[in-house]
């Protein structure tokens, strides 16, 4: 039994669909009933948990191969990172009461960067699920080729799209989150002592240029990328909403930087299958 929190977005159900695939039992964990249902009608088991109760996620990893750890992400965080610890303190409690065979955790590219940004989070993450007396590994993708759908509305109404990672045509490692979900299944189903890394990137290194190339043929009209100057970053996150924007400012600047990347050797990198061009004409046509 294979217990995938976060089993309702795209990363957690492609990797429930791929373990489903190949014959393995799957325990769906959903903080909403409704959002097990249909879990359950492919032949999971649903267990109710909310990520920062102890209790119940213990409870949904007992007697399991494998736990698959998806933190939510606070795309907000307030200083200190307090929604991200009461996250960790339950995923630590709870695995240690339940102690499954592995855990296999979703961290992200520059988890290892000791400069804080909004990808600290994962990087506490890291650090306590390295102290838990089971083998853990932690998948590092890069760049969602989904937060593109970011970017759908500005290139179909405007022909341009607002780049925040600079210049643009640094290609950086990015990844669809099929890949992610297809590998996860994969690293699920093997087994291994310890703690792994495991970093993941798409088929080729993409730039802006590239992603406003890709909406250009879905769209069939000229599209370019144009940079947001970094001078507005934060009075323009505050206007969308943000209390607390330096994160996200920090993290782009590592992409920017260079100081996010991965910390493995080129050759260790796993590839995925998934292009570019097959998220954003999926996007274009889904908005």
């Known amino acids: 039994m294979y217990a995938i929190t976060g089993i309702s977005g795209k990363v957690g159900g492609a990797l429930a669909r791929a373990l489903l695939a190949a014959g393995q039992p799957v325990r769906a964990v959903v903080r909403d009933p409704r959002k097990g249902e249909a879990w359950a009608a492919r032949g999971c088991e649903v267990a109710l948990a909310d990520m920062g109760d102890a209790d119940a996620l213990s409870a949904a990893f007992a007697g399991t191969q494998g736990v ?10 307030a200083p200190g990172f307090p929604e991200a610890r009461e996250v960790i303190d339950a995923v ?5 009461r339940a102690q499954p065979k592995k855990v296999l955790c979703l961290s992200t590219i520059g988890a290892q960067a000791t400069q804080t940004n909004l990808l600290t989070q994962r990087t506490l993450m890291e650090q306590a ?6 083998p853990v590994a932690f998948l590092r993708p890069g760049w969602f080729f989904e937060n593109c759908a970011w970017d759908v509305a500005s290139a179909r109404d405007e022909g341009v799209i607002h ?15 099929a890949d992610i ?3 996860a299944a994969q690293l699920l189903q093997e087994d291994w002592q310890g703690k792994r890394i495991v970093e993941l990137e798409g088929p080729a290194r993409i ?11 879905a769209l069939g009209k000229a599209v370019y990328a144009r940079a947001v100057p970094r001078e507005t970053w934060s009075a323009l996150f505050e206007s969308q909403g943000m209390k607390h924007p330096t994160p996200r400012i920090q993290m782009l600047d590592g992409f920017n930087e260079g100081w996010i990347d991965f910390e493995g050797r080129k050759e260790d990198i796993v590839k995925g ?14 908005a």
């Open 163 to 177: 780049a925040f990672l600079q210049p643009l045509d640094r290609a950086i490692p990015m990844v669809a989150t």
């Open 129 to 134: 699920l390295s102290e838990q007396p089971v």
């Open 92 to 96: 630590v409690a709870a695995i240690g």
């Open 181 to 183: 979900g297809r590998v």
């Open 68 to 77: 698959f750890i998806l933190p939510p992400s606070e795309f907000d965080p």
């Open 273 to 286: 299958v998934v292009p570019l061009a097959t998220v954003v004409n999926d996007l274009v046509r889904g």
């Open 207 to 217: 730039s802006q240029h590239d992603i406003a190339e890709a909406f250009e043929k």
